[in-house]
């Protein structure tokens, strides 16, 4: 018996020691796995690129998108008070009363105007940047008398003649997958906004070094006592390591990775450049785009910087990193809520707010519903058709392949948001009032929500326009059709303005037909030449039945002159003028010759047919083609090339376009004298001819214009301009069958002239200027019947013309017929 105990002794003892023996084999095998895992893990991490943690170390990490900005807004006495109120509204400027407090906060503004609008506003402007400008900041007072500036002072009471304010923010433009961000260093950020981030998802950033042990160890206990899931228990760096580094899959060695590379971002970052690339690299949802960082959050959600951001708005942004859609305040507002006040709960609990910011904090909604100041102003439907040819336009910037969306370059382009939004409302307005009056359509602002019902690009009258500024060539509106965002997801890409958009200009080209014909030393008539205005035809070409151009009217007027033409529009003597030249040598008349040539030095690239329909507008050319064109009287004769894009800057503030020493091309193209001749012409156009409806509607400025109208009422058109500004419009179907469809047969006194006039009128800053009168230039008074000097008392007033002449090429001689 005793010797049976002994021997299962000795069994059960050597069962016990060969089982110690695998304990220790497998404990040491695990440590071994766990060595060669963590020491794999250690290898992998340490090959990682932590110059990837550096802003300008990877541009791929750090992608920022494109910005577009308008120009900067010159505010100068003479322009109208109702302007300076939209921008400074449109700006986000705060209104506080009628007197601006000294020490007030800059972005503040104060209005003491009476029923007159005259009276004072006072503003605290902001300091910003733009290129190659240095603008004053502080206190201005502006003076106002009948709604127009008529004085600006600074805070000590000394004039100024000008003042600016900031450009507008008009679109961002990122990558395909639509990333958007914007870096901004972490003393730019509030303390209520990083500490938000700390109560809620590390509150021992400052004391740990990458990983929280007493976080990692409680949430172990649990798993392995109470077999829960692992709980969320990395710390800000880590996080900041999974992100940029490793990716979500859930992986041990995944965890183990990041564990390691926190220690080593640790050690080679500060808490403070660590907490700074976090907050910039953080997803925090989709709102129309993705968004990255709390700048561009900021930005997306609540129309503000960062630095701006009320306490309940800071929590609400460190709500979304844990699920970015899950809590949502737009898309899941009631889970955003409850994770909101969690994070305000947690704030209070760290000291990051008080019990009476709690309070009001938790009441708060989740976004303000002010227009001025949401997330949703930045997306204002503006300007799409400009904003489409400008990104157009970056493409073709091979240097900026790479960088386009994603280097953070801010492109500032040459619109006036103000005179932009005045140029859409006006045809807006304008078009509807047409289809009320002659469209036999259903209205088009019900109809354009209906999928069944009309095309609302196709069936409905359709318009574009453009505006710019003859000196400079900057383009300050640009209107490419009716509507760019119609409903919903319709977009109306076709841009009406420029491009393939092609279409007769009927009589808005006669000024360059008679520009091509007073120019030159040996000019095929000046001024006071008279044209017989009485039925005529000729034959184009042997063979071929003969042309007859008729006028309008349907009656004859004799003997006229060119302001006579150009003021009624006359098409007879306009063909006659070019057509009775002699034929050149390549089998063409020599006025048609001069008109094609001289279109060409104008900058009109579409294809003219040398046909004798050609001298009243047959050819096809875009209105972008024909205003430009009308600049160059506005200019006295000098061309401008049309101007988008004004600046393109980098990330680190550098200009990269245009190039330092850069000057804008400006080539002289006409006499000086004969764009006068043309601009003084075309004054009686607007108080004594098809132009004089936009004195009517309240035009006070001096300004010279055409209209045009082609065969049907198919293309209605009226080009003008003032000293300061150039503006093209045009009205038409996009198909030139409709308007048999809808009787619609309207000349572009009706159809475009309204929209010109109403832009000019509301659009228009800066003093009423007349057009100077260049030095050789010398007027005579002439009898339009026979182009002779006046016989004062013999020749009929009705028959006497004041006209411009080139110095040398005056009439000599005194009236022939009435002696």
Not at 87 to 100: A, M, N, S, T
Request: net charge neutral; with cysteine.
């Amino acid at each position: 018996m005793r010797r049976f105990l002994n021997a299962i002794f000795q069994g059960v003892l050597a069962l016990f020691f060969s089982v110690c023996i695998l304990v220790f084999i497998a404990i040491f095998a695990g440590i071994g796995f766990g060595c060669g895992v963590m020491l794999a893990c250690w290898e992998d991490v340490s090959t990682l690129e932590l110059a990837k943690l550096e802003y300008k170390g990877d541009k791929e990490t750090w992608r920022q998108h494109l910005e577009v900005y308008s120009a900067v807004c010159e505010v100068q006495k003479a322009d109208n008070v109702d302007f300076l109120l939209d921008k400074l509204q449109r700006l986000e400027y705060e209104p506080v009363g009628e007197i601006i407090p000294r020490l007030s906060t800059p972005g503040e503004y104060a209005t003491a105007l009476n029923a007159e609008k005259s009276g004072t506003v006072h503003i605290h402007l902001r300091e910003f940047e733009y290129p190659r400008l240095t603008p004053e900041t502080g206190h201005v007072q502006v003076s106002v008398r009948a709604g127009k500036i008529v004085g600006i002072r600074n805070a000590e009471g000394s004039p100024r003649q000008r003042f600016y304010l900031e450009p507008e923010l008009i679109d961002e433009f990122s990558d395909e997958e639509g990333t958007t961000r914007r870096l901004i260093p972490l003393v730019e950020m509030p303390e209520r906004l990083y500490g938000a981030f700390i109560a809620v998802e590390d509150r021992r950033f400052y004391t740990h070094w990458g990983i929280d042990i007493v976080r990692l160890t409680g949430a172990v206990g649990k798993t392995v006592l109470m077999g829960q899931r692992l709980g969320a228990t990395s710390t800000l760096t880590q996080q900041l390591a999974r992100n940029v580094y490793l990716g979500r899959q859930r992986e041990y060695t995944r965890k183990i990775r990041e564990i390691l590379l926190s220690i080593r971002i640790e050690k080679s970052f500060s808490k403070d450049e660590i907490l700074e690339r976090y907050l910039n690299y953080v997803d925090l949802g989709r709102y129309r785009k993705t968004l990255h960082g709390v700048q561009q959050a900021a930005h997306g959600y609540f129309g503000k910087e960062v630095s701006e951001l009320s306490f309940h708005e800071c929590a609400m942004l460190a709500a979304l990193p844990k699920a970015p859609s899950g809590y949502s305040p737009i898309y899941n507002p009631g889970n955003a809520k409850r994770r909101r006040d969690l994070v305000l709960k947690l704030m209070l609990n760290e000291g990051y707010i008080t019990d009476t910011e709690y309070l009001a904090s938790i009441n708060a909604p989740l976004i303000e519903q002010n227009p001025l100041r949401s997330g949703t102003k930045k997306m204002r439907k503006e300007a799409g058709h400009f904003l489409a040819y400008v990104e157009k336009e970056l493409r073709k910037f091979s240097d900026l392949e790479d960088t386009l969306y994603s280097g953070g370059l801010k492109v500032y382009t040459t619109i006036d948001m103000s005179m932009q939004v005045v140029a859409e409302k006006a045809v807006a307005d304008h078009l509807r009032y047409m289809d009320g009056k002659w469209s036999r359509l259903p209205n088009y602002d019900v109809n354009k929500r209906n999928p069944y019902g009309p095309n609302p690009i196709k069936d409905y009258l359709q318009s574009a326009l453009i505006a710019f500024e003859p000196n400079t060539g900057h383009v300050k509106a640009m209107v490419g059709g009716r509507d760019y965002n119609i409903y919903g997801n319709q977009i109306n890409f076709y841009n009406r303005a420029l491009g393939d958009a092609k279409r007769q200009p009927g009589s808005a080209f006669k000024p360059i037909v008679f520009a091509s014909l007073l120019e030159g030393s040996t000019p095929v008539l000046t001024p006071g030449t008279p044209i017989i205005d009485e039925r005529w035809g000729i034959v184009p070409a042997p063979g071929q039945p003969a042309w007859y151009p008729r006028n309008y009217s349907e009656r004859f007027r004799g003997a006229v002159n060119l302001r006579d033409v150009l003021t009624s529009s006359i098409n007879v003597p306009t063909a006659r003028s070019v057509l009775e030249t002699p034929v050149g040598e390549n089998g063409i008349w020599e006025g048609i010759n001069r008109v094609v040539l001289l279109a060409k030095k104008m900058g009109i690239q579409s294809y003219l047919d040398p046909k004798p329909a050609l001298t009243l507008g047959s050819s096809g050319i875009t209105v972008l083609e024909l205003t430009s064109a009308y600049g160059i009287f506005a200019n006295g004769g000098i061309k401008t090339e049309p101007v988008h894009i004004q600046y393109i800057v980098d990330s680190d503030g550098n200009v990269i376009y245009p190039p330092k020493g850069y000057q804008p091309e400006r080539a002289r193209v006409l006499d000086e004298g004969v764009a006068y001749q043309i601009t003084s012409c075309l004054q009686s156009v607007m108080t004594r001819g098809t132009g004089r409806r936009a004195g009517n509607m309240g035009l006070t400025r001096p300004s010279a214009g055409k209209t045009g109208t082609t065969n049907d009422y198919v293309d209605s058109w009226f080009v003008g301009y003032t000293t300061d500004m150039v503006v093209g419009v045009w009205v038409g179907f996009d198909e030139p069958i409709k308007p048999h469809r809808h009787n619609y047969n309207q000349q572009g006194a009706w159809a475009a002239l309204p929209i010109w006039a109403r832009f000019m009128i509301d659009a228009s800053r800066g003093p009423e200027k007349e057009f100077p009168v260049p030095d050789n230039i010398v007027f005579r008074e002439v009898d339009k019947t026979t182009g002779g000097l006046r016989r004062v008392g013999k020749c009929p007033e009705e028959n006497i013309s004041n006209e411009p002449f080139i110095r040398g090429q005056e009439p000599q001689h005194l009236c022939p017929k009435h002696r």
